[in-house]
T-cell receptor
Framework: GNSVTQMEGPVTLSEEAFLTINCTYT??????LFWYVQYPGEGLQLLLK?????DKGSNKGFEATYRKETTSFHLEKGSVQVSDSAVYFC??????????????FGKGTKLSVKP | EAGVVQSPRYKIIEKKQPVAFWCNPI?????LYWYLQNLGQGPELLIR????????DSQLPKDRFSAERLKGVDSTLKIQPAELGDSAVYLC???????????FGPGTRLLVL
């Protein structure tokens, strides 16, 4: 079945450091891929998405490229800020049969950015 | 525009008691989802509604969990009786028909003692 694997956390970085959070997936067909972010005490918010191979999603300085050949969707940011401290979830959207539209999430990676 | 509203935000109950969670999706969103999020894990789908029809409830433990969306807008998720292992965050999300992006509410944090 479909699944998402993302790097274990927590990840602790200093302000202005480069961020990479790895995400790989297993899926039938060609799912859409997402990164959601969960700030403390809040619900999940869509950060970015990509719907087909080689698409790049971007938002708030974050980027991720849909790599079909490596089944990956790694999240990157060139210079993190303290306000980026949150839990990041990689997800894919089921794209067949009754599961179409359902999101399958990774376990989440907690990011802490120190000033 | 108001986001997805959930209540209560927190609930503490004793095991074997019933509990209910309420969700009001974004206006105009016909698809509604309930997810379960255990500590340190990603959300897992419990049930998906298209309007008032439950189109995917394959992951809903039907012996103790039930859900309804009678008029195709608000939804209620119920657990009866609750068990210790039900302690988790229950998330509601909604999306517009045909759109992949889901919008999440803040969740209800349940603690079963």
């Amino acid at each position: 079945g479909n699944s998402v694997t993302q790097m274990e956390g927590p990840v602790t970085l200093s302000e202005e450091a480069f961020l990479t959070i790895n995400c790989t997936y297993t899926a039938t067909g060609y799912p859409s891929l997402f990164w959601y972010v969960q700030y403390p005490g809040e619900g999940l918010q869509l950060l970015l998405k990509a719907t087909k191979a080689d698409d790049k999603g971007s938002n708030k300085g974050f980027e991720a490229t849909y790599r079909k050949e490596t089944t990956s969707f790694h999240l990157e940011k060139g210079s993190v800020q303290v306000s980026d401290s949150a839990v990041y979830f990689c997800a894919l959207s089921g794209n067949y049969g009754g599961s179409q539209g359902n999101l399958i999430f990774g376990k989440g990676t907690k990011l802490s950015v120190k000033p | 525009e108001a986001g997805v509203v959930q209540s209560p935000r927190y609930k503490i109950i004793e095991k074997k008691q019933p509990v209910a969670f309420w969700c009001n999706p974004i206006s105009g969103h016909n698809t509604l989802y309930w997810y379960l999020q255990n500590l340190g894990q990603g959300p897992e789908l419990l049930i998906r509604y298209e309007n008032e029809e439950a189109v995917d409830d394959s992951q809903l433990p039907k012996d103790r969990f039930s859900a309804e969306r009678l008029k195709g807008v608000d939804s209620t998720l119920k657990i009866q009786p609750a068990e210790l292992g039900d302690s988790a965050v229950y998330l509601c999300a909604s999306s517009q028909g045909g759109q992949e992006t889901q919008y999440f509410g803040p969740g209800t944090r349940l603690l079963v003692l």
